[in-house]
Structure formats: structure tokens, C-alpha cells
């Protein structure tokens, strides 16, 4: 079976460009989570979605957005990136919301903003 | 600020040692997870264990629970190389569905 699947698995962005990550998750996982992480640091929450609605929200500003689709496949949205957006962001899939529940990451996308 | 902090930062042992990895955290959980990290890449979930659980086992993962101390151990017996990665703790947050992970520990194996 199929694993959590990222793209792009690289970017290089210019300071104030707009970026838009795509994740799609293990097949009958209707719950995806978005994170960002920094060198050297763990993962930040940014989002959660579960049946298309937002579940959680980390403190990310506004610049940040996502949207999960019928087929649970998400995307996460950067605006007026900044050079400290550069990160790898995971994204997370697991069968429902809460966190009893296993989370299984994708190889993440890797964010350069020049 | 972070809810779980991984301790030591950072690890060297000779390959077949064992390596211990604590994690201290200060709000009350209803569980903790730990996770793997090879270079830089995707995450992969080791084990989890509920606040009523006081240990469990994995292979040769070994995981404590002191939810008096709010504190977690991880135990990873006979080491070997490919054990080299980065460890983080994670914990569910104020908000149901929010999971925060600590800063990691950084495991270094020699052959």
C-alpha cells in the first residue's frame, strides 16, 4: 500500500511569492495534518483536517492557509513567503481526528525562500 | 512554547550499547507518542503509550510512562547503526486534536 505522498519533494521560492504544497493521504485516512519544521527543531502544528473541516489551528499566521478535498488529499498554502518560511513541511495522514490515533508522515517538502 | 523537551539534546554510543532518551512535559496528556527521524526525512511512529499505561514494548524499544513526574523514558536496547536518527517525543496539546512534539535527541551509533 501506498504511503503518504508529498509534492514537490524541493522548492526554492523568492521572498514575497506565493507557495501551494500538496499531500495525499494513505488510502480510508480521512484525517491530514500539516507541520513545519525548521533545522534543528521538531515539528510545528500548523493545521488539522478531518472530513474537510479544519479541526486545529497552531500559531501560524494568517499567511498560511489549507484545504482538504472530497478525496482527502490537502493542500497547504504560504503567501508573501518570508526567508524564515524556509523549513521542511510534513504533512501527516491518519484514520480519524484526535490524538489517539497513529499519525503517518510523508517525506515532506523541502521550502527554500531566497 | 513546546510541551514536551527531549533529553540529552544529544547521544553517542558504541554499536550493541543501549540508549536512553527522556522526555519531560508540563501540561497533563492523555497520551505520548514517540517518533524517528532519519536525516532530515519523514517521521515514523515508534510506539505510543495512553497516560494509564506505565510502560510498554517494542521489539527493542523500550517506553515508560511517570505521568507523577510527567516524564517519559525511551529504552533502545543492543544498538545498532542504523539506529542513528533523530528522537522526538510528542504529545497531544490544549486542543483535542493538536499534537506537539519536543526539540528531539539526536542519536549517534558507532560500529
Known amino acids: 500500500d501506498a504511503g503518504v505522498t508529498q509534492s514537490p519533494t524541493h522548492l526554492i521560492k523568492t521572498r514575497g511569492q506565493q507557495v501551494t504544497l500538496r499531500c495525499s493521504p494513505i488510502?480510508?485516512?480521512?484525517?491530514v495534518s500539516w507541520y513545519q519544521q525548521v533545522l534543528g527543531q521538531g515539528p510545528q502544528f500548523i493545521f488539522q483536517?478531518?472530513?474537510?473541516?479544519?479541526?486545529g489551528r497552531g500559531n501560524f499566521p494568517d499567511r498560511f492557509s489549507a484545504r482538504q478535498f472530497p478525496n482527502y488529499s490537502s493542500e497547504l498554502n504560504v503567501n508573501a513567503l518570508l526567508l524564515g518560511d524556509s523549513a521542511l513541511y510534513l504533512c501527516?495522514?491518519?484514520?480519524?481526528?484526535?490524538?489517539?490515533?497513529?499519525?503517518?508522515f510523508g517525506p515532506g517538502t523541502r521550502l527554500t525562500v531566497l | 512554547s513546546q510541551q514536551g523537551e527531549e533529553d540529552p539534546q544529544a547521544l553517542s554510543i558504541q554499536e550493541g550499547e543501549n540508549a536512553t532518551m527522556n522526555c519531560s512535559y508540563k501540561t497533563s496528556i492523555n497520551n505520548l507518542q514517540w517518533y524517528r527521524q532519519n536525516s532530515g526525512r519523514g517521521l515514523v511512529h515508534l510506539i505510543l503509550?495512553?497516560?494509564?499505561?506505565r510502560e510498554k514494548h517494542s521489539g527493542r524499544l523500550r517506553v515508560t510512562l511517570d505521568t507523577s513526574k510527567k516524564s517519559s523514558s525511551l529504552l533502545i536496547t543492543a544498538s545498532r547503526a542504523a539506529d542513528t536518527a533523530s528522537y522526538f517525543c510528542a504529545t497531544d496539546g490544549d486542543l483535542y486534536d493538536k499534537v506537539i512534539f519536543g526539540p528531539g535527541t539526536s542519536l549517534s551509533v558507532i560500529p
Open positions: 501527516a495522514s491518519s484514520l480519524a481526528s484526535g490524538s489517539f490515533y497513529t499519525q503517518y
Open positions: 483536517y478531518y472530513e474537510k473541516e479544519e479541526r
Open positions: 488510502s480510508g485516512h480521512k484525517s
Open positions: 503509550i495512553r497516560s494509564n499505561e
